[in-house]
């Protein structure tokens, strides 16, 4: 091998390099696995529900609608920091492999323990849902919300 066929290889190789680090490293057309923020992704799902607190318990009841009527609902909360900030977790799922694409209403009610002044917020199948809570009116009580369970 001669000194031109090395000064080409070390040069091509160079060039490689070079246009690696200037182009692909920061193109943001390229997928580059990112650090865990800690921010959850938003699901771009409304939830509304009327909101009583009694007591020291909190009473969350509401409707939301699922994609089929093969699906079934499962709620529950998460304690964060104590019973200052409490997050309930909404799971839709179904292990039909065939049903009719319609939307179709489930009933929730969540009752947890918690300051009167906590925060709440929820998720939709582990991702951010934005929480619309409406304080229960005069006269009304969520002791008497009818569930609606498939069964």
Known sequence: MNKTSLITIVGVIAVLLLSWLFFWRDNPNVSVPKE????????????????EYKEGVHTIA??????????????????KSGPREVVLTFESSTKADACAQVITPARFKIDFKATED?????????????LNLIPVGEGET?????????G
């Open 36 to 51: 865990d923020s800690g921010v959850v992704e938003d699901s771009g799902v409304l939830i509304t529900a009327k909101h």
């Open 118 to 130: 906590a925060a709440i917020s929820a998720l939709w199948n582990g991702k951010k849902a934005e």
């Open 62 to 79: 509401g409707e939301v609608g699922l994609p089929t009527p093969c699906h079934i609902l499962a709620t529950d909360y998460i304690m």
């Open 142 to 150: 969520l002791d008497e919300f009818e569930m609606f369970i498939k």
